[in-house]
């Protein structure tokens, strides 16, 4: 007789998914993926001798917020990203055992 034993790993691997799509990480990895993005544009024209702006070129955002904005967000965006990598590793969600015995007839099953 084959009796069906479960995989060494089931409960790891459904821990391990758990984690992996925390909506920490999920965040995480969005905001730092724009945050790359941002940091490149905003350092290549720096790091290429690019001038997209000329000093005649009156524009009043520029004035405003600088040349250096994109490059500004996309490490504010760098850094609020790897907090949350942090904090998703430092306090990771409590996967709860499910157990597969079944209860007796006078037992009570507590849900919460």
Known sequence: MITEQPHP????GAA????????????????GIYGIVLIIGGAAPGVLGIESHKP??????DLE???????????????????????ALLRPLPIREVSDEKPADGDTVDVG
Do not use: C, Q
């Open 16 to 31: 391990v998914l758990a984690r992996l799509f925390d909506i920490r990480i999920i965040v995480a990895a969005l905001m």
């Open 56 to 61: 005649s070129d009156a524009n009043r955002v």
């Open 65 to 87: 917020a600088g040349t250096s904005a994109n490059l500004w967000v996309g490490l504010i965006l760098a850094a609020v990203a790897a907090l949350f990598v942090a904090w």
């Open 9 to 12: 790993t089931a409960g790891r």
